[in-house]
C-alpha cells in the first residue's frame, strides 16, 4: 500500500510517499523560513501563498524520488487539523482534488496524532501502551497512546506553546527566525544556571503546560517591564548574557517538559515516552529525556531528527492504520484551524 502524504499547516509545504505505513519512499518538503524570516514569525497570508506555488512542484518531486507512477498511489492523505486555516486549505484541495481524480481513498488527518507517529518511523517503533508528548511551535499536549491511532488527550498548553515560547525570546535577544536552533545554539555557549526563570505549572499535578509567564521573565529580565518594541528592536547584548539567557531559558523549558512527561508516564502506568515534534529536534530535551526515562526505566521512542518538523512522510505513515481501519474521509470533508 503506497500512500501520498501532504502537509501544508503552517509555513513548510511538505509531500511524501510511504510504503505499507513505515517504508519512506520519499519526503519533500519546501521551507519558507526565508520568507518569514524578515518578519520574526510566521506571517499566515504570506504563508498561504507560498502553499499555492510551492503544492503541485512538491507532490511532482515527491513522486519522481518514489518512483512511484502517480496512478500506482492507492490513497491520498492530507493534514487537515490543526493549523493555520489558509494554509491548510491549499493541501486539502489539491488532495481532495487528486483523490477525485486518480479514484482513491482520502485520508484526513490530525496533525499532532501524525508527530506522535513519527516514532514509528523510526528503526525502533514503540511499545504500547505510551504516553506522547507532541511538543512544536503550536501545540505542547500530552496523550495516552494505546496505539498507532488510538490517543487520549492527558493535557495541552493554557497559553503558548514551547516552540512559540523559544520563537518569541529569540526575538528578544536579537538571534533570528526561527528560534528553537538559534536559542539551542546560543544556549551552547552559556550556564543554565545563570538566571532563575520560572517552571510554570511544574507542580499543578494536571498534564497542561505553560510557557507566557516564562517568555515574560525573560523579557523582563533583558529590557524590563513596560518595554516597548522599540526598547526590545533596540536593544544590545554581550554575547555573554546572550548565551546565559538562552541556556536559562531553554533549561526552564527542558525542566518542565521533561518533567511532565515523565510524571504522566507513571501516573498512566506505562513503560514507554513517546516524543516528536519539532521542538523534539532539541538536543538538551533529548539528553534530558534520556537521562529521566533511564532513571525510571522508561523505554524512550524519540521521532527520528529529520521527521521532528513539519514533513508529509508523518502524514502517509499514520494515515495507513487509518485507511485499514476504514477511517477515510469523504470529499467533503473541511479544513478546521
Known amino acids: 500500500m503506497r500512500i501520498l502524504g501532504i502537509e501544508t499547516s503552517c509555513d513548510e509545504t511538505a509531500a511524501a510517499v510511504v510504503e505499507a505505513g513505515t517504508r519512506v519512499l520519499s519526503s519533500i518538503v519546501a521551507s519558507q523560513q526565508e520568507v518569514h524570516e ?10 498561504c501563498r507560498a502553499h499555492v506555488e510551492a503544492v503541485l512542484p512538491v507532490i511532482r518531486r515527491a513522486l519522481e524520488v518514489a518512483a512511484v507512477p502517480i496512478d500506482r498511489i492507492d490513497a491520498v492523505a492530507v493534514t487537515t487539523t490543526p493549523g493555520l486555516i489558509g494554509a491548510l486549505l491549499v493541501g486539502v484541495t489539491a488532495a481532495k482534488s487528486l483523490s477525485w481524480a486518480l479514484d482513491v481513498p482520502l485520508v484526513a488527518v490530525n496533525h499532532l496524532h501524525a508527530h506522535a507517529y513519527a516514532a514509528w518511523l523510526s528503526d525502533e517503533p514503540p511499545e504500547l501502551p505510551a504516553v506522547t508528548l507532541v511538543v512544536s511551535g503550536g501545540h505542547t499536549s500530552l496523550f495516552r497512546t494505546d496505539g498507532p491511532i488510538e490517543h487520549s488527550l492527558l493535557g495541552s498548553t493554557v497559553d503558548d506553546a514551547a516552540g512559540e515560547a523559544f520563537d518569541k525570546v529569540a526575538h528578544i535577544l536579537g538571534l533570528g ?3 528553537g536552533p538559534a536559542i539551542e545554539r546560543a544556549a551552547a555557549g552559556g550556564r543554565p544556571d545563570a538566571v532563575s526563570f520560572p517552571r510554570s505549572m511544574l507542580r499543578s499535578g494536571n498534564a497542561n503546560f505553560s510557557f507566557s509567564g516564562l ?3 525573560v523579557l523582563y529580565h533583558c529590557v524590563g517591564p513596560n518595554a516597548s518594541r522599540e526598547d526590545i528592536e533596540g536593544a544590545v547584548y554581550e554575547p555573554s548574557f546572550v548565551a546565559d539567557v538562552a541556556a536559562a531559558f531553554q533549561e526552564a523549558v527542558v525542566d518542565v517538559l521533561a ?3 515523565c510524571a504522566a508516564a507513571r501516573q498512566e502506568g506505562v513503560r514507554t515516552l513517546i516524543v516528536g515534534g519539532g521542538v523534539a529536534a532539541n538536543g538538551r530535551l533529548r539528553e534530558r529525556l534520556a537521562a529521566e526515562a533511564d532513571a525510571l526505566g522508561l ?3 524519540l521521532a527520528p531528527r529529520r521527521l521532528c518538523t513539519d514533513n508529509a ?12 481501519a ?11 484551524p
Open 38 to 47: 524578515q518578519f520574526g514569525g510566521v506571517v499566515p497570508e504570506v504563508a
Open 177 to 179: 527566525y526561527p528560534g
Open 215 to 217: 517568555k515574560t521573565a
Open 259 to 261: 518533567a511532565k512527561a
Open 299 to 301: 523505554a524512550l521512542r
Open 313 to 324: 512522510a508523518m502524514i502517509a505513515g499514520v494515515a495507513c492504520p487509518m485507511l485499514r
Open 326 to 336: 476504514g477511517r477515510t474521509a469523504p470529499l467533503t470533508v473541511e479544513a478546521v
